[in-house]
């Protein structure tokens, strides 16, 4: 057995190092309530994506409705998509005329009193304007009233549509739009011209003979 005093001092050296010790684990212990944070930020950053997923969507959708497939040719420009055109371009044509009178949920509804009203008058506008022989009852209301077929002999340009609404029958594209009439088209024995009533500079032509 170690003498007295040499006990002595080991029993005084010891605290010292069980303190070391001691500090040591406290220094290891902050890093400790980690996990238990990130047990918990889950939940807060798993509460926060849902909102952010539960409210994109409808932004999506929205933005969704409101686009328009690809255009044939340029936004002012009317064409005409000749019969030579590529298949493709016809393609994108035919795609981008159906898409014109698709309704949005934010368009007016159908004003059957506005129609009732305008196909008269557009009957006797065609046959004044036309420059061909006009087919008999030249005009009708098509795809769920939201478009207005006016079918003439000859004579159908980008104008047409417009101009039989505004010079010949008193009323407007604005008025069409509100009445819940989405196109205008005019059909002649080689063309057909579809004009928007959302936007006057939206028209479109394509090679269409009468059969």
């Not at 509100?178 to 088209?185: E, I, K, P, R, Y």
């Given at each position: 057995?170690?003498?007295?005093?040499?006990?002595?001092?080991?029993?005084?050296?010891?605290?010292?190092?069980?303190?070391?010790?001691?500090?040591?684990?406290?220094?290891?212990?902050p890093?400790?309530?980690?996990?238990?944070?990130?047990?918990?930020?889950?939940?807060?950053?798993?509460?926060?994506?849902?909102?952010?997923?539960?409210?994109?969507?409808?932004?999506?959708?929205?933005?969704?409705?409101?686009?328009?497939?690809?255009?044939?040719?340029?936004?002012?420009?009317?064409?005409?998509?000749?019969?030579?055109?590529?298949?493709?371009?016809?393609?994108?044509?035919?795609?981008?005329?159906?898409?014109?009178?698709?309704?949005?949920?934010?368009d007016?509804?159908?004003?059957?009193?506005?129609?009732?009203?305008?196909?008269?008058?557009?009957a006797?506008?065609?046959?004044?304007?036309?420059?061909?022989?006009?087919?008999?009852?030249?005009?009708?209301a098509?795809?769920?009233?939201?478009?207005?077929?006016?079918?003439?002999?000859?004579?159908?340009?980008?104008?047409?549509?417009?101009?039989?609404?505004?010079?010949?029958?008193?009323?407007s594209?604005?008025?069409?739009?509100?009445?819940g009439?989405?196109?205008?088209?005019?059909?002649?024995?080689?063309?057909?011209?579809?004009q928007?009533t959302?936007?006057?500079?939206?028209?479109?032509?394509?090679?269409a003979?009468?059969?």
């Amino acid at each position: 057995m170690p003498p007295a005093p040499v006990r002595l001092r080991a029993l005084r050296a010891a605290p010292p190092v069980l303190a070391l010790g001691l500090a040591v684990l406290a220094c290891d212990d902050p890093p400790a309530p980690a996990p238990g944070a990130s047990t918990a930020a889950p939940p807060a950053s798993a509460n926060a994506a849902p909102a952010e997923s539960a409210a994109a969507p409808p932004a999506t959708a929205e933005a969704r409705k409101r686009e328009m497939p690809p255009r044939p040719v340029p936004l002012g420009s009317s064409g005409p998509i000749q019969p030579s055109a590529p298949p493709e371009q016809q393609m994108m044509a035919i795609q981008y005329t159906l898409a014109m009178v698709s309704p949005q949920p934010t368009d007016p509804l159908v004003d059957k009193a506005y129609l009732d009203a305008i196909l008269p008058k557009l009957a006797v506008a065609v046959r004044t304007a036309d420059k061909g022989k006009t087919p008999p009852n030249p005009v009708k209301a098509t795809k769920g009233n939201r478009k207005i077929e006016v079918d003439m002999g000859k004579g159908c340009t980008e104008r047409t549509p417009s101009n039989l609404l505004a010079q010949r029958a008193g009323s407007s594209l604005r008025e069409a739009f509100d009445a819940g009439v989405l196109v205008v088209s005019c059909h002649d024995a080689l063309w057909e011209c579809h004009q928007s009533t959302r936007d006057p500079s939206d028209v479109l032509c394509h090679a269409a003979p009468r059969r």
